[in-house]
């Protein structure tokens, strides 16, 4: 009976743990597109370099505590103490070279994983403009004249641009398959660079607290062929639903809505909400 008691508890534990498994999947360890891919490719680096600053500790501490137990009577620790140049080697030495071989690693890591580097060996980017709302995203394609709401669709293997901008509140842009994270602000332009290397559905989400409708302010980022991508512009365009003021109007009210396409939006949109905030001529980033 005991025995039975043991095993379904540790079942039970079992169950919970693995139940987090999934998100991996959803995660920049399951790298979609180059952005992702090296930022965990230098992720992966820097956990095995730093391996060697916490085995030690992992291994040395329960093994000094349990020599030197208070039962251990015949193990006192009585130290006597003085200055020991190898002991202060082992004390600086290792963890100045972990810092500088990091250093060495992940500076030229973090220029090329700059959101604001563009994909330039894969050729023109698609331009889309992202207006963070309360709880929803717009997605604006400025060259394609149509506008989308809590759907990003894009060509698998074409880089994208994209430019960031709040409609209210500060919030934050985050695609963990495809890109880091950025920021988008009210009165401000931010960008973010990102390709997809696979067709598929894609988690996108508002990772800054911004109030009640803060957990279900996602998206889905649909990379697909470009034939495709094409098919889904003329059907998004026949549509015969724009983006006007009274769509713009409600839109802006705080709420939840699904995933939409308006045919049409007016040349200049993204750049009058900048206006609207203040912020026509400011960018949050000098390049």
Same mark, same amino acid.
């Given at each position: 009976?005991?025995?039975?008691?043991?095993?379904?508890?540790?079942?039970?534990?079992?169950?919970?743990?693995?139940?987090?498994?999934?998100?991996?999947?959803?995660?920049?360890?399951?790298?979609?597109?180059?952005?992702?891919?090296?930022?965990?490719?230098?992720?992966?680096?820097?956990?095995?370099?730093?391996?060697?600053?916490?085995?030690?500790?992992?291994?040395?501490?329960?093994?000094?505590?349990?020599?030197?137990?208070?039962?251990?009577?015949?193990?006192?620790?009585?130290?006597?103490?003085?200055?020991?140049?190898?002991?202060?080697?082992?004390?600086?030495?290792?963890?100045?070279?972990?810092?500088?071989?990091?250093?060495?690693?992940?500076?030229?890591?973090?220029?090329?994983?700059?959101?604001?580097?563009?994909?330039?060996?894969?050729?023109?980017?698609?331009?889309?403009?992202?207006?963070?709302?309360?709880?929803?995203?717009?997605?604006?394609?400025?060259?394609?004249?149509?506008?989308?709401?809590?759907?990003?669709?894009?060509?698998?293997?074409?880089?994208?641009?994209?430019?960031?901008?709040?409609?209210?509140?500060?919030? !934050?842009?985050?695609? #963990?398959?495809?890109?880091? @994270?950025?920021? =988008?602000? *009210? /009165?401000?332009?931010?960008?973010?660079?990102? &390709?997809?290397?696979?067709?598929?559905?894609?988690?996108?989400?508002?990772?800054?607290?911004?109030?009640?409708?803060?957990?279900?302010?996602?998206?889905?980022?649909?990379?697909?062929?470009?034939?495709?991508?094409?098919?889904?512009?003329?059907?998004?365009?026949?549509?015969?639903?724009?983006?006007?003021?009274?769509?713009?109007?409600?839109?802006?009210?705080?709420?939840?809505?699904?995933?939409?396409?308006? !045919?049409?939006?007016? #040349?200049?949109?993204?750049? @009058?909400?900048? =206006?609207? *905030? /203040?912020?026509?001529?400011?960018?949050?980033? &000098?390049?």
């Amino acid at each position: 009976m005991k025995n039975l008691r043991c095993r379904a508890i540790l079942v039970a534990v079992l169950a919970v743990l693995l139940q987090g498994c999934g998100v991996l999947d959803h995660g920049f360890l399951n790298a979609q597109g180059p952005v992702a891919a090296h930022e965990r490719h230098f992720f992966l680096i820097a956990c095995a370099i730093l391996v060697f600053v916490a085995l030690p500790v992992l291994i040395l501490v329960p093994l000094i505590a349990w020599h030197y137990r208070l039962s251990n009577t015949h193990h006192a620790y009585r130290p006597r103490w003085t200055f020991s140049w190898t002991l202060e080697g082992f004390i600086w030495i290792p963890p100045i070279g972990i810092v500088v071989l990091l250093s060495f690693l992940l500076w030229p890591a973090t220029h090329r994983d700059d959101p604001y580097t563009r994909l330039a060996e894969r050729g023109a980017p698609l331009r889309v403009q992202a207006i963070a709302l309360d709880w929803k995203w717009v997605f604006v394609y400025p060259d394609e004249g149509i506008a989308t709401v809590n759907e990003l669709a894009v060509p698998t293997g074409r880089p994208v641009r994209v430019e960031l901008t709040s409609g209210t509140v500060m919030q !934050s842009l985050l695609m #963990p398959q495809l890109a880091g @994270q950025i920021y =988008a602000m *009210a /009165g401000m332009r931010t960008r973010l660079n990102f &390709a997809a290397d696979r067709d598929g559905r894609y988690l996108g989400q508002n990772t800054q607290f911004n109030g009640q409708g803060f957990a279900h302010q996602r998206f889905d980022v649909i990379a697909m062929p470009d034939g495709d991508y094409r098919a889904w512009l003329a059907r998004a365009r026949a549509a015969d639903r724009p983006l006007d003021a009274d769509a713009w109007r409600a839109l802006s009210a705080k709420g939840l809505t699904r995933p939409g396409t308006y !045919s049409a939006v007016a #040349p200049g949109f993204f750049e @009058q909400v900048l =206006a609207d *905030a /203040g912020g026509a001529h400011v960018s949050g980033h &000098a390049r």
